[in-house]
């Protein structure tokens, strides 16, 4: 339990280490680093690579936006062998919809409670 919890310490904190080098060090914009994040995410898991690193790491693998690209990559594979093509369109938002609707959702509330400024 306890090699669990180092492991996603490590891999998750250095997931968030990494994206914030490029945040301070390059000119890329936060959004574009959200996008390399979900399609390596994607791409790892679909050469087989984050599978390990998840079976690794836990929490620590999946709760980084990597870990989005990871979810919808992993339901579109699951959804494939399982419905044909049909599962390209269907599978990823199968996987990910609990955290979709949640981030909605919460953050409606917290547009409801807060009140935005405009710059």
């Known amino acids: ?6 492991w ?3 891999v998750g904190g250095s997931l ?4 914030q080098v490029l945040i301070d060090r390059t000119s890329i914009t936060p959004a574009r680093i959200m996008v390399i994040y979900v399609v390596t995410g994607a791409a790892l898991t679909f050469f ?3 599978e390990n690193v998840v079976k690794l790491a836990g929490a620590g693998a999946t709760v980084p936006i ?6 919808v990559a992993k339901g579109t594979i699951k959804a494939v062998t399982e419905k044909g093509a049909i599962g390209i369109l269907t599978g990823g938002l199968t996987q990910t919809s609990a955290g979709i609707c949640a981030a909605i959702l919460f953050a409606y509330i917290v547009a409801l409670i807060r009140n935005p400024r405009s710059k």
């Open 48 to 50: 087989g690579i984050y």
């Open 8 to 10: 996603a310490f490590l």
């Open 66 to 71: 990597i870990g989005f690209g990871y979810s």
């Open 1 to 6: 339990m306890t090699d669990k919890l180092i």
């Open 16 to 19: 968030c280490a990494i994206a």
